[in-house]
């Protein structure tokens, strides 16, 4: 009798756990030490945005157990993930952006200074940087085909590799998303008694309901971006960008709520 096998559900593809094989494949390409990178805080209305990276070599052995894309983690999970990946990896930093830099220079060209401050802070030049998603905002466009990590100008971008959910597939760039979210949280939940009102200890500068209610009662504060048209907040922003859906990076899903894009597609483009 025939049996019939039942397709794989989207649910199951996409719990298969982060593993070492696309890092592996890179290694046999030629790249020996690859920084796996990834970005927290990027559609947030208040706080830094944050790069992870973490660096390993062909003598890296597979990833602690349990390390996966930070939001598929607990909160208490993803912080007693931290010290086993920092004993795990070759090398690891943290970069970040602040709000007032994110204000003056854009959304896309803030990840790239945080990136570039993470790398900056780890002891080894990487072969190649393995970004999650599909847009390569660490290379500056003046560098577009420049694969040394220094010259005389000042730094320049190693190699990057961009993959879509890079985070769900390569343990490097889970890892780095650990620690990104991680350090970005304890900044907010540091933060939050000198602006009590805003609830950043629970929704960590995401658009939840508390703190869009703060912002539509008090205002913004200097940890808000300002450059942003931020919900409930009447004129303190005026000629910024039209409202639209920011990223939602954050477990919570609170980044999704309307009205608190940076930017336009072409102003994202254009950095």
């Excluded at 945005?49 to 990833?63: C, F, Y």
């Excluded at 007032?100 to 959304?107: F, H, L, P, S, T």
């Amino acid at each position: 009798m025939a049996t019939t096998r039942r397709p794989a559900t989207r649910k199951a593809a996409t719990s298969r756990k982060p593993s070492l094989r696309v890092e592996r494949q890179l290694q046999r390409d030629g790249h020996r030490v690859l920084a796996g990178m990834d970005e927290v805080g990027r559609g947030a209305l208040a706080g830094p945005v944050t790069v992870g990276v973490v660096l390993i070599d062909e003598t890296s052995r597979s990833a602690p157990t349990g390390v996966k894309d930070s939001k598929l983690l607990t909160p208490a999970a993803r912080v007693a993930m931290v010290p086993k990946i920092r004993r795990w990896a070759l090398d690891f930093a943290v970069g970040h952006a602040s709000p007032a830099e994110i204000d003056e220079i854009g959304i896309i060209a803030a990840l790239r200074l945080a990136g570039m401050r993470a790398l900056a802070a780890v002891g080894t030049v990487p072969d190649l940087v393995i970004l999650d998603g599909n847009h390569d905002w660490l290379t500056a466009p003046d560098e577009v085909g420049l694969f040394a990590f220094a010259d005389e100008s000042g730094p320049v971008t190693p190699p990057v590799t961009t993959m879509i959910k890079a985070d769900l597939k390569c343990s490097s760039v889970a890892a780095a998303s650990v620690l990104a979210k991680v350090e970005r949280d304890a900044l907010m939940v540091a933060a939050a008694p000198e602006h009590p009102a805003y609830g950043w200890e629970e929704n960590k500068g995401y658009a939840a309901p508390e703190h869009l209610a703060a912002l539509e009662a008090y205002g913004a504060t200097d940890l808000h971006r300002r450059s942003w048209r931020l919900p409930g907040v009447a004129g303190e922003n005026e000629g910024a960008a039209p409202a639209g859906l920011p990223v939602d990076d954050d477990e919570t899903g609170a980044g999704t709520a309307a009205g608190a894009t940076p930017e336009t597609s072409a102003e994202m483009i254009a950095r």
